[in-house]
């Protein structure tokens, strides 16, 4: 017997669209200011990790603007799915590889070599052939 799925000529198939529900918009709650004010005050001291290993963070302190702001865009490609503190170590670890991180060092690198050096990340190995 052939699969109906190679005989669409001879199998007409009814498809009906599917109903989606409303969806009613949400309005903020009465007491939106309080909870934003209580936000505002735990996050005043900023002592999260992201505070001073987030993307921005992470960079060499001897990199010129242009190569910081190369680092910077390194450290978020490899956020993805990663710690902030493992982050912040890969850059280190591509730092001291190679001095102030550029993309020069990265063309001239192969996937693997990056690979290893980020490994810790979450899916290092499609991070270093994105990177590359």
Excluded: H
Excluded at 46 to 73: H, I, N, S, W
């Amino acid at each position: 017997m052939i699969s109906p799925y190679f005989q669409n000529e001879k199998i007409e198939q009814k498809i009906e669209p599917k109903l989606q529900p409303k969806i009613e918009p949400k309005y903020p709650s009465s007491n939106w200011e309080e909870v934003y004010e209580n936000i505002r005050k735990m996050r005043s001291d900023k002592t999260a990790p992201v505070d001073t290993l987030g993307c921005d963070e992470c960079y060499a302190k001897c990199a010129t603007d242009k190569e910081r702001r190369f680092q910077q865009l390194v450290s978020l490609l490899l956020s993805s799915q990663t710690n902030d503190k493992i982050n912040s170590a890969a850059l280190v670890r591509l730092n001291e590889r190679f001095g102030s991180l550029k993309p020069t060092d990265i063309l001239s690198s192969n996937e693997s070599e990056i690979a290893a050096i980020i490994k810790p990340v979450g899916f290092y190995n499609t991070k270093g052939n994105d990177l590359k």
